[in-house]
């Protein structure tokens, strides 16, 4: 989809820094230049900020690059990573030309292309797509497993990614039902001591489940899924004594179940059902002292064929750039502290309990 050409320039007799190279991008004519270079330029001038030893020009349906050999070879792979993403029809932004960039300069296998092209869920005019490596990998492990364990910090899209697949799953006929669950915990409250009827005081609890599906699932449709059962946001106490065939189901916020609580929330899994399990190990909000069973059950199923657990961390945020910053500030600060995360092995990598942990680059291929 795109040509390019490279040249050696000449160095100045003075000059010390690496010999300029020019490289000149010729883009396919069926790739429009307007959703390459963004509007008004934007994606252009990402680029340009990113490298700013790098002169970058762009003429008709050519991209001509001048600068440092290293710098310039990198520009000309991102190049061809955008042209492919607008071919396949994937929005660009300063953001995917971010992301793109870290993704190249990092020693990941996966191609930029490969992970913000893959289309999860289209749904009310929007399409939900993985925006890292490691969200990526969370997708594919989904897919390759009965149980998935998805385990980071806040606004990694562990959840999310999760509920679209499950919206995915459901219009796919591959499951009759989602079922979506999280234990009622106080995050230094209690239930009894808040106003109104038992499910008044549980329905904030579940309220996030509620907004993902919203942005899914046309939102005149869900009382009526609800109401047929087909979809069903209910706490982990009322899972007791059921099975769950053919359903998708997930459990958000698992750092506050006790080690009997995800015992008996997996032992629900019934035929031709998926299990989720999102949650953060560092934001519990048990009674002190009291053990999380997110932490416990990676111990436990050791061995266990078909589930996997993944890591997300502070690279896979999709918030605001500070939540990234604030995550990481912490983590150092348990760390100067003796404090135990609760992530285990390295942040980023997927481990199946039937083999050894394996890169979330080399899951998504």
Same mark, same amino acid.
């Given at each position: ?295 416990? &059950?990676? %111990?436990? $199923?050791? =061995?266990?064929?078909?589930? !996997?657990?993944? *890591?997300? /961390? +502070?690279?896979?945020? &999709?918030? %605001?750039? $500070?939540? =990234?910053?604030?995550?990481? !500030?912490?983590? *150092?600060? /348990? +760390? ?30």
């Amino acid at each position: 989809m795109a040509e390019s050409t490279e040249s050696r320039a000449s160095r100045g007799r003075g000059d010390r820094s690496a010999a300029r190279v020019e490289n000149r991008i010729t883009v396919a004519p069926e790739v429009s230049m307007v959703e390459l270079l963004g509007r008004d330029d934007e994606v252009l001038r990402a680029i340009e900020a990113g490298f700013h030893d790098v002169d970058i020009h762009a003429r008709g349906n050519q991209i001509s690059l001048a600068g440092p050999a290293g710098d310039v070879a990198l520009v000309a792979r991102l190049v061809d990573e955008l042209v492919e993403m607008a071919a396949n029809g994937a929005p660009l932004s300063p953001d995917v030309v971010m992301r793109s960039v870290q993704m190249l300069a990092s020693s990941a296998t996966s191609r930029p292309a490969d992970v913000l092209s893959f289309n999860i869920l289209s749904s009310r005019g929007r399409t939900i797509r993985p925006k890292t490596t490691g969200q990526k990998s969370y997708v594919d492990a989904i897919d390759r497993h009965t149980i998935t364990f998805g385990i980071g910090p806040a606004g990694t899209g562990k959840t999310y990614l999760a509920m679209a697949k499950a919206v995915q799953a459901l219009q796919a006929r591959q499951v009759t039902r989602i079922v979506l669950t999280r234990p009622a915990v106080e995050a230094g409250e209690r239930l009894g001591f808040l106003p109104g009827t038992l499910s008044e005081k549980i329905d904030p609890y579940l309220r996030p489940l509620y907004d993902a599906l919203h942005d899914m699932v046309d939102p005149e449709s869900i009382p009526r899924l609800m109401e047929a059962g087909t979809i069903e946001v209910a706490p982990l106490a009322y899972m007791r004594g059921r099975t769950l065939n053919d359903a998708f189901v997930i459990l958000d916020e698992a750092q506050n179940t006790s080690a009997e609580q995800m015992k008996m929330f997996l032992t629900r899994l019934g035929f031709g059902s998926k299990v989720v399990v999102t949650g953060d190990v560092t934001q519990v909000d048990l009674p002190q002292g009291a053990p999380s069973g997110l932490r416990i &059950v990676e %111990h436990v $199923l050791a =061995g266990v064929d078909d589930v !996997a657990f993944c *890591r997300l /961390d +502070s690279g896979d945020v &999709v918030r %605001h750039r $500070l939540v =990234g910053e604030i995550i990481d !500030a912490y983590a *150092r600060w /348990d +760390s100067r502290h003796g404090r135990d995360d609760g992530h285990g092995p390295r942040i980023g990598r997927v481990s199946t309990a039937d083999g050894p942990s394996v890169s979330g680059e080399e899951t998504a291929r």
